[in-house]
């Protein structure tokens, strides 16, 4: 058996000090040492095997705050790990509070195709894992083909069609070796839910950011664009998922969703859930009233709805703990969950097949402040998210 930890980071804009990322936005040093202190402190506590990063700017601050969380962690190691002479030493108390340095592990970044000068830089993510990588992590933003949405008016004449070219922000996909087994992760960060205002030809703004001549239909229009935007992202990432999961590989998916659980883009990404009794259900091709699916039909369409399917960690934590929900972010006073580590069925308790499941799920949330507290301005220096870990386990009880 073999026990390993996987998490979601949304860092909030880790860049270097002096770098203006958005317009007028950028750390002085103080700051930035501050930040830098902050995330490595978070990331000690997580010690997870496996984590997802969200908005990086660039790959060398990144590498900073993980060569101080070792340094950290070697810190720990020696003030709460008692010396191999002591007779308590293999204790697994003890075992429990080392840290496991990131000296080897390996990290793969992916920069924004959107990337531009100072003051319109797009961020990242990255993806570190101490197991390493088989082959080389994918990056997934510029599409081959673009994506055509097209639609039908309600009088079956064309409605037209939404089509999508790059992601807004790059997709990585890693396959990580851990316990015998190769798992497909993907790390995510959807199209934020700030609208989507076109600025007009020679205007120093769009209309819609004048928020004192507040427009709300326009606003309501931007809203729309970046919903449809996120959702289309979402079916990328999900086309992606269904590819791994149709070659046979446990997949886990990990990142911001910006949107929760129950969004259309979340469903798009975690699949259809079945329905109770396909056998109640008129069939496609009825001829007559009563013609309905069979009950081997019915079988044979639920498991086919399952094995595409993936599954909340946070979900599968409630229904095991009987735990209140969790929340991992917080904007203009609302606290939800919009960071989400998913998982294929081949760590669903309830799978005969499955090759390991879920023990536990960590959510350190503790930090979040948004917007309308008072001490907003500095809350830049943190995170407005909370950080999620899955503690995962492969393999049966008695495997060593």
Same mark, same amino acid.
């Given at each position: 058996?073999? +026990?390993?930890?996987?998490?979601?980071?949304?860092?909030?804009?880790?860049?270097?000090? &002096?770098?203006?990322?958005?317009?007028?936005?950028?750390?002085? !040093?103080?700051?930035?040492?501050?930040?830098?202190?902050?995330?490595?402190?978070?990331?000690?506590?997580?010690?997870?095997?496996?984590?997802?990063?969200?908005?990086?700017?660039?790959?060398?601050?990144?590498?900073?705050?993980?060569?101080?969380?070792?340094?950290?962690?070697?810190?720990?190691?020696?003030?709460?790990?008692?010396?191999?002479?002591?007779?308590?030493?293999?204790?697994?108390?003890?075992?429990?509070?080392?840290?496991?340095?990131?000296?080897?592990?390996?990290?793969?970044?992916?920069?924004?195709?959107?990337?531009?000068?100072?003051?319109?830089?797009?961020?990242?993510?990255?993806?570190?894992?101490?197991?390493?990588?088989?082959?080389?992590?994918?990056?997934?933003?510029?599409?081959?083909?673009?994506?055509?949405?097209?639609? +039908?008016?309600? &009088?079956?004449?064309?409605?037209?069609?939404?089509?999508?070219?790059?992601?807004?922000?790059?997709?990585?996909?890693?396959?990580?070796?851990?316990?015998?087994?190769?798992?497909?992760?993907?790390?995510?960060?959807?199209?934020?839910?700030?609208?989507?205002? !076109?600025?007009?030809?020679?205007?120093?703004?769009?209309?819609?950011?004048?928020?004192?001549?507040?427009? !709300?239909?326009? +606003?309501?229009?931007?809203?729309?664009?970046?919903?449809?935007?996120?959702?289309? #992202?979402?079916?990328?990432?999900?086309?992606?998922?269904?590819?791994?999961? &149709?070659?046979?590989?446990?997949?886990?998916?990990?990142?911001?969703?910006?949107?929760?659980?129950?969004?259309?883009?979340?469903?798009?990404?975690?699949?259809?859930?079945?329905?109770?009794?396909?056998?109640?259900?008129? +069939?496609?091709?009825?001829?007559?009233?009563?013609?309905?699916?069979?009950?081997?039909?019915?079988?044979?369409?639920?498991?086919?709805? #399952?094995?595409?399917?993936?599954?909340?960690?946070?979900?599968?934590?409630?229904?095991?703990?009987?735990?209140?929900?969790?929340?991992?972010?917080?904007?203009?006073?609302?606290?939800?969950?919009?960071?989400?580590?998913?998982?294929?069925?081949?760590?669903? !308790?309830?799978?005969?097949?499955?090759?390991? #499941?879920? #023990?536990?799920?960590?959510?350190?949330?503790?930090?979040?402040?948004?917007?309308?507290?008072?001490?907003?301005?500095?809350?830049?220096?943190?995170?407005?998210?909370?950080?999620?870990?899955?503690?995962?386990?492969?393999?049966?009880?008695?495997?060593?």
């Amino acid at each position: 058996m073999t +026990r390993f930890t996987i998490a979601s980071f949304n860092v909030k804009n880790l860049i270097a000090a &002096d770098q203006e990322y958005y317009r007028f936005e950028k750390y002085t !040093p103080e700051e930035y040492a501050w930040k830098e202190a902050w995330l490595s402190e978070q990331l000690l506590t997580m010690n997870a095997d496996i984590v997802g990063f969200q908005e990086i700017f660039d790959e060398a601050p990144l590498r900073a705050v993980i060569a101080e969380t070792d340094a950290l962690g070697q810190a720990a190691n020696e003030a709460n790990i008692p010396d191999r002479t002591k007779r308590y030493a293999r204790k697994a108390i003890f075992r429990k509070l080392a840290f496991t340095p990131y000296t080897d592990a390996a990290l793969a970044f992916a920069p924004n195709a959107n990337d531009g000068g100072p003051g319109e830089r797009r961020p990242g993510v990255a993806i570190l894992s101490r197991f390493g990588f088989v082959g080389a992590p994918e990056v997934l933003q510029e599409l081959d083909e673009p994506l055509v949405i097209p639609f +039908r008016d309600l &009088d079956n004449s064309d409605g037209g069609s939404y089509s999508v070219k790059r992601l807004s922000r790059p997709i990585l996909k890693a396959r990580v070796p851990v316990g015998g087994q190769v798992i497909t992760v993907f790390n995510c960060h959807l199209k934020s839910k700030l609208g989507e205002f !076109p600025r007009p030809a020679g205007a120093a703004f769009a209309p819609e950011a004048d928020l004192v001549n507040y427009d !709300p239909a326009g +606003r309501a229009m931007g809203s729309l664009r970046a919903g449809l935007r996120r959702m289309a #992202e979402a079916w990328v990432l999900r086309a992606a998922i269904l590819e791994e999961l &149709d070659a046979g590989n446990p997949v886990m998916v990990l990142g911001d969703f910006n949107d929760s659980e129950h969004a259309v883009s979340s469903e798009i990404i975690t699949g259809e859930i079945p329905f109770k009794n396909y056998a109640w259900m008129r +069939r496609h091709d009825a001829q007559r009233a009563n013609d309905r699916y069979s009950d081997e039909e019915n079988e044979v369409i639920t498991d086919k709805v #399952e094995a595409a399917r993936l599954h909340s960690a946070e979900k599968l934590f409630v229904r095991k703990s009987l735990r209140d929900m969790v929340y991992t972010s917080a904007f203009g006073g609302v606290f939800e969950s919009i960071d989400q580590i998913l998982m294929s069925r081949h760590f669903h !308790p309830d799978d005969d097949t499955r090759i390991g #499941e879920m #023990e536990y799920f960590s959510a350190l949330n503790d930090h979040l402040t948004d917007g309308s507290h008072p001490e907003a301005p500095y809350n830049k220096l943190a995170s407005d998210h909370g950080q999620i870990i899955a503690h995962m386990r492969i393999g049966a009880d008695d495997e060593t």
